[in-house]
DNA sequence: TAATTACGAAACCAATCGGTTGCAAATGTA
DNA sequence: TACATTTGCAACCGATTGGTTTCGTAATTA
């Protein structure tokens, strides 16, 4: 099973649970009572973010608190700074042809 | 049908053939020449990366030129933004406790 | 004109996804 | 001890995914 964020934040309720947890770590049931979806369902959203380890889990007495680990974030990050920067290199050669262009006019 | 940038990089031959286009414009065989995946399976991809508008088709005699949007992908950037803007407020909360608790030790 | 090339579209398939219901286990409380 | 609460897990379901094979069509080339 391909389990990386990538995969992980294609889903709109897992990216409203990353937020949610961005603030602070919360349990299943206050995590279910910000969505329409149910418990059970969210439960499996958090085993989602958990085996990619986005978040932690960490048990307090019959509770367990999930928090997020904002290093996994990073991977997200260093993939578009890696795109940003092909493209960033497109534009120079862009801009060496139009530069090549105009001394040709001259 | 979902169709948005999020569930678009989702998949590594996706992700793969937004880089690739980074680079430069091609058609869809040469697309899938940079794979092991049939062409039609490469074709399959270049419709959803269409559909989301991440790419733009160019017509030219018989073949289809795919130009990358770049424009799009600033919606995986504004979200990952307000993201770690999330995450500087909540260090930002941990600080300040960190102060008071200092000063309490006073 | 006939053959080839480039491509999209449709039909099909197994695997996965996101959701549900029902249950079991562990912890807390009366 | 009996009961309630919190939670994970398994079984099931319809929809979607990523892939394949096959076909049709338009543009090029011989």
Redesign the interface.
């Given at each position: 099973m391909?389990r990386d964020v990538?995969?992980a934040?294609?889903d709109?309720t897992r990216?409203a649970i990353?937020?949610l947890l961005?603030?602070?770590a919360l349990t299943p049931n206050a995590i279910a009572n910000h969505f329409d979806s149910s418990r059970q369902a969210v439960s499996k959203h958090l085993r989602v973010l958990t085996e990619c380890e986005i978040l932690r889990q960490e048990q307090q007495g019959r509770e367990i608190h999930y928090h997020l680990n904002?290093d996994k974030?990073k991977d997200?990050?260093k993939?578009?700074e890696?795109?940003k920067q092909?493209?960033a290199?497109?534009f120079e050669q862009l801009d060496t042809v139009l530069e090549q262009l105009k001394s040709k006019g001259k």
């Open positions: 391909r990538f995969q934040i294609a709109p990216r990353i937020m961005a603030v602070g904002a974030m997200l990050e993939w578009l890696q795109f092909l493209m290199k497109r």
